[in-house]
Each structure stands twice: as C-alpha cells, then as structure tokens.
C-alpha cells in the first residue's frame, strides 16, 4: 500500500467513526510513518472526493491501524546507551584513522 493510499485508508477509518479527518487525527494512528507533505496531499485528495467515492475506496484499514503502534516504538534508555557506546567507539576509530592519515601526509611532504 502506498503512502497516499495509507492516508486515505485512515481518513476513510476516522470519518467512518464519527469523527471529521484532520492531521492531527491521521499523524496519531499513522505515527511518523509517513512524511508530513504526503499526509497534506492525502488529507486534501480525501476532502476532495465525493461520498460515493470515499465509500468505494477499498482499501484494509485493519492493516494500517495495527502497523502504526509497531513502528512508533521509542527506544530504551539500554538501547540507546548501546548505540551511544558504539559510536564512540567508531569516533575513536576515526580519529586514529585520520591522524595515521595525517602523519603518512606530512611524512610524503617533508621527503
């Protein structure tokens, strides 16, 4: 399902409960799936269709209400101090990679 056909399955989801589609509506069930100018684009060509149409979209809102929870999941403060770990360990790495670059470049330099 593409982007735009999420955004429509979930204005079709909200207005079929009652409630008028927003932005602030389809960003909450989608998370930050989806970049805001398409969730924009997607809110317009849904205000844009007719009744009729809207009725004929037929696409699983089931699939896009359960895959938003799972993509929104904030990270642990283990997992993050895992990540902060290893990338200091590439920025030593980098650093003694960029001084032994450096010291070849001087040595060619001074020959």
Request: proline share 5%.
């Amino acid at each position: 399902m593409s982007p735009i056909e999420q955004v429509l399955a979930t204005a079709k989801s909200i207005a079929s409960s009652g409630k008028t589609p927003s932005l602030a509506l389809i960003k909450s069930r989608l998370g930050n799936q989806i970049p805001m100018p398409i969730l924009v684009q997607g809110l317009q060509r849904f205000k844009a269709l007719s009744k009729e149409e809207i009725a004929a979209l037929a696409f699983d809102t089931t699939m896009v209400d359960s895959q938003a929870p799972e993509q929104t999941a904030t990270p642990t403060i283990a997992a993050l101090a895992t990540q902060i770990t290893a990338l200091q360990s590439q920025q030593l790495q980098l650093i003694a990679r960029i001084e032994v670059l450096e010291s070849a470049l001087s040595n060619r330099d001074s020959q």
